[in-house]
């Protein structure tokens, strides 16, 4: 058999062709020296917008369908008969693993989000694609019944993922590049792959165009050794050997008064954490939190003839959140929504402290169980609120001190009948070396308490000390 015959390398090559044109094409014309902002929905919006739109989502089911099926999951052939009874039986709580609600649905929802936005459709549109996207996908393209956790998590988390990879890959975008347009419009898509997909089928790859405005972005990579110690309520087990630590912090946009506007359109503002301990299977480490806000008000506190950058200012506003904690005591995930409080001091320069307070609805929280309970799954599914808090003191050239605090209080709705308190203290002090370097130690309390009706309380904490070398992007 010819492994390389004349049909197999035609399409490679013109791939390869198109791709390189990217570069030449955007070679061709002068550069531009308007600055545009690349995440502004469409001025005015088209039937062929919203047809791509909603040909983007199906794309999306469609794949990730076909990927199931080639893999054979037994969810994935779909019949008149599996339809008939997921229609007739209506939405219950699935039986998936915990990973496959609350990380899967999410990247699930974030691509069928970013594929609408990626038309030039805003934020509430986009979601509103999301929503359809995710219940049709209940609906008709499993044979399992449709469940409640996977609309809300699916719908919530996607919104939420799909804004902020948005977000980010418009920071690497830039229409007006010359040379290294290509790796530009490359590492956009990795960020936000549906975007970079329409941008591709459309064009506007290659279409020459004006320079993106910057948002403040600040990234930071980090990278250590994990060590932890677990403490039960009536025993305690020795420290954990080290692990690998590899962990990003980002945080988008800024809380500084608004000249423009006293009104910050949906995540103009968000925070982003996810960390990962590595080469330790008896060690789990994983740690994704978000924040973002949905609009808020911004009431400066100083006067208006004093420089933005060293002027106070109060955000209030709603917004949304997600988070996902892995440790040994305690395996959990939710997503909230609720009021936000940001207070922003300068002290200098270089110097500022950033108070935060908030309380979110958590309409789906899943949280391990240590007994099986009333279903196969070895989790609960809780609703409730979440109280948090947040200070962050930045000193300069003496570094950073900042608290997270962030708690859980549910009731069981489907699993071990009973209530979950949960959530987990992170404190950390970071200090710049040389420039664009420096150290960070970080140490982390989890705790868990859990009161059930057929069984008695539980009760677990983890504290965990990072030690860790960071990077400026």
């Known amino acids: 058999m010819r492994l390389l015959s ?99 649905h999410p990247y699930h929802g974030g691509l069928m989000y970013s594929g609408a936005r990626a038309t030039g459709l805003g934020f509430w549109a986009s979601s509103a694609y999301t929503a359809a996207g995710s219940l049709t996908w209940e609906l008709f393209a499993e044979r399992e019944k449709p469940s409640f956790n996977d609309l809300a998590v699916t719908v919530l988390g996607g919104i939420m993922l799909g804004e902020i990879t948005y977000r980010l890959s418009s920071e690497i975008l830039d229409e007006s590049a010359g040379e290294g347009r290509l790796w530009r419009e490359l590492g956009a898509a990795a960020v936000s792959p549906l975007r970079g997909f329409d941008r591709v089928t ?25 060590r932890v110690s677990v403490q039960h309520e009536h025993d305690a087990a020795p420290p954990t050997r080290p692990a690998l630590l590899f962990a990003a912090d980002v945080e988008y946009g800024n809380l500084l008064p608004r000249g423009d506007s006293s009104m910050l359109a949906p995540f ?40 933005k950058a060293l002027s106070d200012n109060d955000v209030l506003g709603f917004g949304m959140s997600y988070e996902y904690v892995g440790t040994n005591v305690a395996t959990y995930s939710g997503v909230g929504l609720g009021p936000q409080n940001h207070l922003m001091l300068r002290l200098g320069s270089r110097r500022s402290l950033r108070l935060s307070v908030g309380a979110d609805f958590v309409p789906m929280l899943g949280a391990t169980s240590t007994e099986a309970g009333s279903t196969e799954r070895d989790y609960n599914f809780a609703t409730g609120f979440s109280p948090w808090s947040g200070v962050e003191l930045r000193m300069g050239r003496y570094g950073e001190l900042g608290l997270q605090m962030r708690h859980y209080v549910a009731t069981v709705i489907d699993g071990e009948q009973g209530r979950e308190l949960i959530g987990s203290t992170r404190l950390w002090y970071e200090v710049d070396l040389l420039h664009g370097f420096g150290l960070g130690f970080a140490p982390t309390l989890v705790y868990r308490r859990g009161q059930y009706a057929q069984r008695d309380s539980y009760s677990a904490q983890q504290l965990s000390a990072q030690f860790y070398l960071k990077s400026k992007l």
């Open 202 to 226: 459309t064009g506007a790859a290659w279409r020459r165009g004006p320079r993106g405005k910057r948002t403040p972005l600040r990234i930071e990579l980090e990278l250590g050794v994990d």
């Open 268 to 307: 103009e503002f968000f925070e982003l954490y996810a960390a990962a301990n590595l080469f330790n299977s008896l060690l789990s480490g994983a740690h994704v939190y978000s924040s973002g806000l949905l609009f808020g008000l911004s009431m400066p506190l100083s006067p208006r003839e004093m420089p």
């Open 6 to 104: 004349p049909q197999r390398i035609r399409p490679a090559w013109a791939l390869l062709v198109t791709l390189c044109s990217i570069t030449s094409r955007a070679n061709a014309d002068p550069p531009t020296s308007v600055a545009v902002d690349y995440n502004q929905p469409s001025e005015t919006h088209s039937f062929e917008q919203y047809w791509r739109a909603g040909t983007n989502v199906v794309f999306t089911n469609w794949i990730i369908w076909q990927v199931a099926w080639l893999r054979n999951r037994d969810w994935a052939p779909v019949t008149r008969s599996s339809l008939d009874d997921n229609l007739k039986a209506g939405f219950v709580f699935d039986e998936d693993v915990l990973q496959t609600n609350f990380f899967g």
